[in-house]
């Protein structure tokens, strides 16, 4: 169980930082300002609440708790250190392509309904394909 939430717990703040940053057009220095305006404070507040609630387990004297206690603070700490400061650096360098740049390239047309977004093409088969983004009103 330990490798399981230590997995989710490291990928948590990379998926949302790397989210927020596709979802913004521009260059990679304001891709990656908007990206930690958006979603750096969440996914800071996540990291610290979550550490707060290890706290109890570091005055443990079991050494399976204190070991867990060591493991997920690291874990959690490089996780966001990550999250927060190296990869927003290495996707405003990257560039990778933003999703409403995939989403012309690939002639999806948007229509917006009451704060959800539909994306409509036709596939290879000619059927029609709807996708459906939901966004902050």
Not at 20 to 46: C, M, Q, S, Y
Not at 78 to 85: D, E, Q
Not at 106 to 129: I, T, Y
């Amino acid at each position: 169980i330990n490798l399981v939430l230590a997995v989710g717990l490291s990928v948590d703040a990379v998926a949302h930082i790397t989210h927020a940053f596709l979802a913004h057009d521009g260059g990679g220095n304001e891709r990656a300002a908007a990206a930690l305006t958006e979603i750096g404070r969440p996914v800071f507040n996540g990291a610290i609440s979550t550490m707060i609630v290890l706290l109890p387990l570091a005055g443990a004297q079991t050494y399976v708790f204190q070991v867990f206690f060591r493991t997920f603070m690291a874990i959690i700490g490089y996780s966001a250190f990550n999250g927060l400061v190296v990869l927003p650096v290495i996707l405003s360098v990257i560039q990778p392509t933003s999703f409403n740049t995939i989403r012309n390239k690939l002639g999806l047309e948007e229509q917006d309904r009451g704060g959800k977004k539909e994306s409509e093409f036709h596939d290879h088969d000619n059927k029609l394909v709807v996708m459906t983004q939901t966004t902050k009103i």
